[in-house]
């Protein structure tokens, strides 16, 4: 029994060493043995090779140490001692037995699934993320990182986006990204201090599927750059892009006051979806009351043919109308009526009024002077008619706005109001009151 003990304990000390042998410095070995019925190896061999040639290694290791417990018994039925011969043939009988069981769970498994003895690889796709790198060697990283200083030391400078084949990262909010689209490209913070300080001396860098950015700064964040509207504290960096810091989540029109520090930005970025149809839009105004008149942008920022759009600002901000813009107009509602009188929808017989019913995703000046006033359906004479109230720009009296509709009414001066719900009493609006006799421009657009 203890014969027995010891002979299976040293059996799998010598399989394990050997698996472990192999399994350790196998990669390493540039000229392998040629062995009779098992697959050739070289330096270009993958681990499904290797593992078949160890398999059939450890069969012929069964069947050498066979052989072998075979010839001593064999040599134990040369022994003059008559009471040994029965543990020689015990022997020479296991050893036959196991050498038959060996091959017998051989060609089983092949019978059952050749894969078993000659196990093959399916690749598995590429792990999309954004990683560390340092040339030969990557690296997950994080979202943020409140100290580079470790990484950098360890070598680890870039940045690098890899992006699975025919996916895209999940996310929240519009636009997100959908199966075999391009995954959207990823915003980087590089700030020149530790534990993100120094915002007026971000980098804004962008990474794009399958680039890199190099880790200059002390800390960085990173955020997917979604379709929405961001505030740009530096202006902006060409068409698409912010320069210095900016919001870091895209700003929808839940609060329209800018807080600190983007009071001060010098920019505005719009980004787009085509794909699903989405576009957005801001008015910039520099009071922080959007019931009050004052000085914004001179129309509303929009563009409807491209996937991103970032326009310079050049006064204080204190608040923005953000806005979704409809791609398909007609279904925003029936349009707008313009009126000479306030509350000329009540006094419709004292009233000319004016339908605009055409409305554009890409907003078009529409010029007051233009609008000239219908009194088919009024008993007012023609002094009123022809001198008086002629058009909306002689007596722009009230508006009603008949769906889901931005107005925005901006004087030569930019100052402007904007407004999506009726306009009772034009004249007692601040922009009335500030703007009275003075040429202006009507801005309409389609909202969602």
């Not at 022994?79 to 022997?91: E, Q």
């Not at 870039?158 to 990262?169: F, G």
């Not at 007012?380 to 925005?408: A, M, W």
Request: contains cysteine; hydrophobic residues 35%; aromatic residues 10%.
């Amino acid at each position: 029994m203890n014969k027995k003990f010891l002979f299976i304990f040293l059996s799998l000390v010598a399989f394990f060493s050997l698996a472990f042998a192999f399994s350790a410095h196998a990669l390493e070995i540039t000229s392998y043995p040629r062995i009779p019925m098992l697959p050739a190896l070289d330096e270009n061999s993958g681990i499904s090779d290797f593992i078949g040639y160890i398999f059939g290694v450890l069969i012929y290791l069964a069947g050498f140490v066979s052989l072998i417990s075979f010839v001593i018994g064999a040599i134990g039925l040369m022994n003059p001692n008559i009471a040994a011969h029965g543990d020689a043939k015990d022997r020479m009988k296991g050893a036959v037995l196991g050498l038959v069981l060996t091959m017998a769970s051989v060609l089983i498994l092949r019978t059952i699934n050749p894969v078993f003895i000659a196990p093959t690889l399916t690749p598995l796709p590429g792990t999309m993320g954004v990683f560390y790198t340092n040339g030969s060697e990557d690296r997950a990283a994080p979202k943020e990182e409140a100290d580079t200083t470790s990484i950098k030391n360890e070598g680890f400078n870039t940045l690098k986006y890899v992006c699975a084949e025919n996916n895209s990262p999940g996310s929240s909010g519009s636009g997100g990204g959908t199966a075999n689209a391009t995954p959207p490209e990823i915003l980087v913070w590089s700030y020149p201090e530790k534990n993100f300080s120094g915002i007026d001396r971000v980098e804004m860098k962008k990474l794009t599927c399958g680039g890199t950015v190099s880790v200059s700064g002390g800390s960085f964040q990173m955020e997917y750059k979604l379709p929405g509207v961001y505030y740009c504290l530096g202006g902006c960096s060409g068409e698409d892009m912010c320069q210095g810091y900016m919001s870091k989540q895209p700003l929808m029109n839940t609060d329209p006051d800018v807080s600190s520090p983007f009071e001060n930005m010098k920019g505005i970025l719009m980004v787009n979806d085509p794909a699903s149809q989405t576009y957005y839009g801001a008015v910039l105004h520099q009071t922080p009351d959007l019931t009050q008149a004052g000085v914004c942008s001179k129309k509303p920022i929009v563009d409807t043919g491209g996937d991103a759009k970032c326009e310079g600002v050049d006064f204080q901000v204190g608040a923005v109308d953000i806005f979704r813009v409809n791609m398909t107009p007609q279904t925003s509602g029936t349009g707008l009526v313009f009126y000479s009188e306030p509350n000329g929808k009540g006094t419709i017989s004292n009233a000319g009024k004016y339908s605009v019913t055409e409305i554009k995703s890409e907003p078009e000046p529409l010029d007051p002077l233009d609008m000239a006033f219908d009194y088919s359906e009024t008993t007012r004479h023609d002094y009123y008619k022809l001198e008086e109230c002629p058009t909306f720009q002689h007596c722009p009296g009230s508006v009603y706005i008949k769906g889901n509709y931005l107005l925005q009414l901006v004087d030569e001066d930019d100052i402007c109001q904007t407004f999506t719900q009726d306009v009772v009493n034009l004249l007692v609006q601040p922009f009335g009151k500030l703007s009275g006799g003075v040429k202006f421009d009507i801005y309409i657009v389609p909202t969602q």
